[in-house]
């Protein structure tokens, strides 16, 4: 597996955690259980991703500006996961504050998908694309547990 393909996997959990979210309403036991895997997924994520796929494409000066901005865009989405666990869960606001970090994550995730890979494609190897898949995957791994 290459580093593209691990990073979709979780892209995927995240699209799925965020529909189901959207859906939910008041202070549900369930609207709490998604939240609270939402964010354990998107801060695991960031952090395995900063380290073991942006890191290493800061090297190139082809790749260093879009490393920067993705990280940066991890930073505000943490600002909104923030802001959700400020905010009453029975609150119109709430959703309102749900669906802007939809909103951002998707955002992120298709610029990463269809504009960053391509960039990334033509900097790394094939073995860098394998060796930072492996990295990226334990890192989750180490997160997770």
Do not use: C
């Not at 354990?40 to 994520?45: D, F, G, K, M, Y």
Request: proline share 1%; charged share 30%; glycine share 2%.
């Amino acid at each position: 597996m290459e580093i593209f393909t691990a990073i979709r996997k979780d892209h995927e959990k995240q699209r799925l955690l965020m529909k189901i979210l959207v859906e939910t309403t008041g202070n549900s036991e369930s609207r709490q259980k998604y939240f609270t895997e939402l964010k354990a997924e998107l801060a695991h994520h960031a952090i395995a991703e900063e380290r073991h796929f942006y890191s290493p494409l800061m090297e190139s000066d082809n790749t260093i500006e879009p490393s920067r901005h993705a990280i940066a865009e991890h930073h505000e989405i943490d600002e909104l996961v923030e802001k959700l666990e400020n905010t009453d869960m029975s609150s119109s606001a709430w959703l309102i504050h749900m669906k802007s970090l939809q909103e951002l994550v998707l955002h992120h995730l298709d610029e990463e998908e269809h504009e960053f890979f391509q960039q990334a494609g033509k900097v790394l190897t094939a073995a860098q694309k394998q060796k930072l898949a492996d990295e990226y995957r334990h890192e989750m791994e180490i997160q997770e547990s």
